[in-house]
């Protein structure tokens, strides 16, 4: 593998290890649904309602992991027929993932540590990125490659808020210990935000090269 195909499979193979804590971290759930666990406050509205809980774990993993192969820019190219079928996958696994967190979000008994803020960000962003993955699909049905593109890199952005959150929430208990449930709020906000900071920033960097005068790119 040339230096070059090294470098293209950077970007996926970090996003493969952001999303490890969430997905670590829901298959250990689902193993432990799958035992009939022992009622405690913590797991109490999970073993009441299993189903959604387990299509989020299953779909938010799927559409993590498997939606990092699609930023492997030289793989893609050299494999288009595996980028369509694995989008095939992803947007089902993408909406399930959406809609099952805003039926959670609704319907859970919500435990200490959520606020009503914390809510409210749960549902404006798995709305969100519900509506960009709508939009993102829509976008190809019409051909239209780079919107296509940019609203599934934005519904992505918003489903790997887990693994960001994970990073910095988990940071701020090494550093600070404890945190109240508006600083829980507020940095779960921040996780979303900034990796649609970083997925505005590759849209918009894309976009300038694409323009360049005398360039062409190869999709």
């Given at each position: 593998m040339t230096r070059s195909a090294k470098a293209g499979w950077l970007v996926p193979a970090g996003l493969i290890l952001l999303s490890l804590v969430p997905v670590l971290a829901g298959a250990f759930r689902v193993a432990e649904l799958s035992a009939g666990p022992e009622v405690t406050p913590a797991n109490a509205r999970f073993v009441a309602a299993p189903v959604p809980v387990v299509l989020h774990i299953v779909g938010a993993s799927l559409y993590c992991v498997l939606g990092a192969f699609q930023f492997a820019a030289g793989f893609r190219r050299r494999r288009p027929g595996w980028h369509r079928a694995a989008g095939r996958v992803l947007v089902p696994c993408g909406l399930v993932a959406a809609g099952s967190g805003l039926w959670m979000t609704l319907f859970y008994p919500h435990p200490p540590a959520d606020n009503a803020l914390l809510t409210g960000f749960r549902l404006?962003?798995?709305?969100?990125?519900?509506?960009?993955?709508?939009?993102?699909?829509?976008?190809?049905?019409?051909r239209d490659i780079a919107r296509h593109r940019a609203w599934m890199a934005r519904g992505y952005a918003i489903g790997m808020g887990a693994g960001t959150q994970a990073v910095i929430l988990g940071g701020w208990l090494l550093v600070a210990g404890d945190m109240s449930p508006l600083t829980r709020?507020?940095?779960?906000?921040?996780?979303?935000?900034l990796n649609l900071t970083i997925a505005e920033w590759t849209i918009s960097r894309r976009r300038n090269e694409s323009h360049r005068p005398g360039q062409v790119r190869v999709a």
């Amino acid at each position: 593998m040339t230096r070059s195909a090294k470098a293209g499979w950077l970007v996926p193979a970090g996003l493969i290890l952001l999303s490890l804590v969430p997905v670590l971290a829901g298959a250990f759930r689902v193993a432990e649904l799958s035992a009939g666990p022992e009622v405690t406050p913590a797991n109490a509205r999970f073993v009441a309602a299993p189903v959604p809980v387990v299509l989020h774990i299953v779909g938010a993993s799927l559409y993590c992991v498997l939606g990092a192969f699609q930023f492997a820019a030289g793989f893609r190219r050299r494999r288009p027929g595996w980028h369509r079928a694995a989008g095939r996958v992803l947007v089902p696994c993408g909406l399930v993932a959406a809609g099952s967190g805003l039926w959670m979000t609704l319907f859970y008994p919500h435990p200490p540590a959520d606020n009503a803020l914390l809510t409210g960000f749960r549902l404006v962003f798995g709305s969100a990125m519900a509506v960009s993955i709508g939009l993102g699909f829509a976008a190809i049905r019409r051909r239209d490659i780079a919107r296509h593109r940019a609203w599934m890199a934005r519904g992505y952005a918003i489903g790997m808020g887990a693994g960001t959150q994970a990073v910095i929430l988990g940071g701020w208990l090494l550093v600070a210990g404890d945190m109240s449930p508006l600083t829980r709020a507020l940095l779960s906000a921040v996780a979303w935000l900034l990796n649609l900071t970083i997925a505005e920033w590759t849209i918009s960097r894309r976009r300038n090269e694409s323009h360049r005068p005398g360039q062409v790119r190869v999709a």
